[in-house]
């Protein structure tokens, strides 16, 4: 019924910059918040920033002033603009969205399947 579309990944240095696009798609009614999430191996998944649907934001408290999240909500699209990227940002970082669809009276959260960013010293 839903689809989460992640891309922007990639190979790349420190210091370098990366804008992340997850576009969702299906049966929407409502999307209310959507985010990023990233999990680095042998770690477990963590949040990275989180965007209601009104544009209030949330980021994890280290990644504040390097990454900024924003969103087309006419597009129902959510992007992860991250900067000044460090070798510990490597990871895959996954698109989260809460969408209500049709024929359905509860909000769900969906995953997108994920995109890799890699980040060399």
């Known amino acids: 019924q839903v689809q989460l579309v992640e891309s922007g990944g990639g190979l790349l240095q420190a210091g370098g910059s990366l804008r992340l696009s997850c576009a969702a798609s299906?049966?929407?009614?409502?999307?209310?918040?959507m985010g990023w999430y990233r999990q680095a191996p042998g770690k477990q998944r963590e949040l990275v920033a989180a965007?209601?649907?009104?544009?209030?934001?949330n980021y994890a408290d280290s990644l504040k002033g390097r990454f900024t999240i924003s969103r087309d909500n006419a597009k129902n699209t959510v992007y992860l603009q991250t900067n000044s990227l460090k070798p510990e940002d490597t990871a895959v970082y996954y698109c989260?969205?809460?969408?209500?669809?049709?024929?359905?009276?509860?909000?769900?959260?969906?995953w997108g399947q994920g995109t890799q960013v890699t980040v060399s010293s």
């Open positions: 965007i209601q649907s009104d544009g209030t934001t």
């Open positions: 989260n969205a809460v969408i209500l669809v049709h024929s359905s009276i509860r909000y769900k959260a969906y």
């Open positions: 299906g049966s929407i009614l409502s999307i209310n918040v």
